[in-house]
Every structure is written in C-alpha cells, then in structure tokens.
C-alpha cells in the first residue's frame, strides 16, 4: 500500500542543525510532488515547502528561505529536509506529504493538496 | 504570508449541520481554486477531506462537502456524528507559489 514513513524523533540543541528523511514506497516516488507540514505543540499546521522529487528547484515557505533545505533520492525513494540554525520555535512534529494528482480527460492535474501523510517527526529544540 | 482565518471553535449537535469558514485574500482563497481541507485526530497525521474547493477523494464521505464565494471558502458537514468532534484545516495555494494553512477549527459535537 502506499505509505511514507518518516525518521525517528530527534533532540537538537539551539544553533545546530536536523536532518528528516521520508521514505515513500507503494508508488511511483518521481510522479508525486512531495511537501513538508509542521505543526508546534498545540498549533496548527504550517507548511514548509514543496519539492518535484523528479527534479527542479524546491519552493518555500519565506519564513524558512535560507535555513532549509529539501532533496530528494530516487534510487531510495527518500525525501529530506535539512533544517538550519534551530531556535526553540523550531520545536514541532515535521510531516511529509505527497501532492495530490487527478487526470481528467486524459491529462494530469496537479493539486496543492496532500492526499498521503508521513506518522510525523518529533523535532525537540532544547538546550 | 498571513494565515488563512478560520473561527477556533464550531459546535453543533448530533444530526444536524456545521459550517466551518475559511477566510483568506484575492491573493489565495479568493484568487485560485485551490482550497483543501483536512481533518485530524489528536496525535495523528491530518487526513485529506476536500481538496479544489469541492472535491472529495476516494473513500471520504459525501457528509463533507466544500464551497467556496469570494475570499472565504466554507467546509459544511452534515449529519453530525460523535467521531466528526476534531480538528479541521483548511489551506490554499497562494500567488507565490505557496500554500497557506488556516489556524484550524475544533469541532464540538454537543
């Protein structure tokens, strides 16, 4: 069945750097836009940014421009997402998720929606 | 990028109808078909319920459904049942390129 399964959780101290990786099976990894969702304690969601796994340039989130980084490995079918600099603010549970395809009339239509989630990645900033 | 709005809290009672607003700008709600909503149970990953304003995937109940009129997209469930008593989020694609989510609506069964 179609599943991404994501990294265990991670403790990091202020300053340093995470790395989250999202591992998808069940599908075809390069057919599916792939994003990354964080959500703080109690909050609500926050996108982070979306990547084409087939290739091209990853699109953020202005709040994380320049401290985030997102790749993709195809002959794993794996997703990553390097976040830098980590301030307290920085703690939350970190989702990947794939973009959602439809066809219609015999052509693909891509969607801005997520249609498949990852469990989550606890991400704890702390000193 | 603002934060789509949405009201903290809905409540109604078993049966009956809710509508929950999703309010944005001509820069993303108002300017694109693109709003999707999500619901999620606590500790778990968000579940895709609507997505292009109205539509519904594969296997969600046609007791969700989407709208949307001018800068505010609407998500109305019908026939309240006690499981539908969680969060909801709507978001949308934006003029940069971007997606938005809303701060999410908690949803009260009485």
């Known amino acids: 069945q179609v599943q991404l399964v994501q990294s265990g959780a991670e403790v990091k101290k202020p300053g340093a750097s995470v790395r989250l990786s999202c591992k998808a099976s069940g599908y075809t990894f390069t057919s599916h836009y792939m994003h990354w969702v964080r959500q703080a304690p109690g909050q609500g969601l926050e996108w982070v940014g979306i990547m084409n796994p087939h290739g091209g340039s990853p699109t953020f989130s202005q709040k994380f421009q320049g401290r985030v980084t997102m790749t993709g490995d195809t002959s794993t079918s794996t997703l990553y997402l390097e976040l830098r600099s980590l301030t307290f603010e920085d703690t939350a549970v970190y989702y990947c998720?794939?973009?959602?395809?439809?066809?219609?009339?015999?052509?693909?239509?891509?969607?801005?929606?997520?249609?498949?989630w990852g469990q989550g990645t606890t991400v704890t900033v702390s000193s | 990028q603002s934060a789509l709005t949405q009201p903290a809290s809905v409540s109604g009672s078993p049966g009956q109808s809710i509508t929950i607003s999703c309010s944005g700008t001509s820069s993303d709600v108002g300017g694109y078909n693109s709003v999707s909503w999500y619901q999620q149970h606590p500790g778990k990953a968000p579940k895709l319920i609507i997505y292009?304003?109205?539509n519904r995937p594969s296997g969600v109940s046609n007791r969700f459904s989407g709208s949307k009129s001018g800068n505010t997209a609407s998500l109305t469930i019908s026939g309240l049942q006690a499981d539908d008593e969680v969060h909801y989020y709507c978001?949308?694609?934006?003029?940069?390129?971007?997606?938005?989510f809303g701060g999410g609506t908690k949803l009260t069964v009485l």
């Open positions: 998720g794939r973009g959602l395809w439809t066809v219609v009339a015999g052509s693909i239509y891509y969607h801005y929606a997520l249609d498949v």
């Open positions: 292009d304003v109205s």
């Open positions: 978001s949308s694609y934006t003029s940069t390129n971007t997606v938005v």
